[in-house]
């Protein structure tokens, strides 16, 4: 499948999305594990041109989310690292990406074909890199824009995650809203 056809795909709705399905992830680095609903997955060839694919289809899934701008950067940053640095980047590679909601959170994975038991890092700011350096931040972006993150290994593929706020769920109750949720 092509780049082009996994775009239609995930527009069209054709099989290679699920959702409404329900998963567990989590683990890793950071954190315990949440119960989020699949909202929408899409597997694209490891390509960089999967890239712009990946952020139409979130876009296209939680349009007007306060946090869009941030999940749509971070997408475009794991998906670029899935392709640049794992085996996703290879002839055949592919990439895939599933945005799931539960527990107050937006969950957005992606997965890779595997690093060869390497795991993604945050990387220390280093001089010889310079302030013009392109490349180097990916996962410090994904660390400062969301609310939590960290990966999972699936076989031999890793799966990168982070999560972002939901807007609180409101209800009517004798005439005025209230949040669904109390703090905390």
């Known amino acids: ?3 082009e056809d996994a775009l239609r795909a995930a527009v069209a709705g ?8 329900v998963r567990r992830g989590g683990g890793g680095a950071v954190g315990e594990a ?3 609903t699949v909202i929408g997955e899409i597997t ?13 289809f979130v876009r296209d899934l939680v349009p007007g989310l306060p946090a869009l701008d941030d999940m749509i950067m971070v997408v475009s940053e794991t998906v670029a690292n ?5 085996a996703s980047g290879l002839d055949g590679g592919r990439v895939t990406v599933v945005l799931a909601a539960g527990d107050g959170v937006y969950r957005l994975e992606v997965a890779d074909d595997g690093a060869a038991g390497a795991r993604p890092h945050v990387r220390a700011p280093r001089a010889q890199d310079g302030a013009g350096a392109e490349t180097g931040r990916g996962m410090r972006i994904v660390e400062a824009l969301s609310a939590r993150w960290g990966f999972r290994a699936d076989g031999p593929r890793t799966v990168v995650w982070a999560e972002f706020p939901a807007p609180a769920a409101r209800r009517r109750d004798r005439g005025r809203e209230t949040p669904l949720s109390g703090p905390g």
């Open 44 to 56: 694209v060839p490891g390509e960089r041109r999967s890239v712009g694919v990946v952020r139409r």
């Open 14 to 21: 054709d099989p290679g999305l699920r959702a409404g399905s």
């Open 34 to 36: 949440r119960e989020c």
């Open 82 to 86: 899935a392709v640049t640095h794992t």
């Open 1 to 3: 499948m092509g780049v």
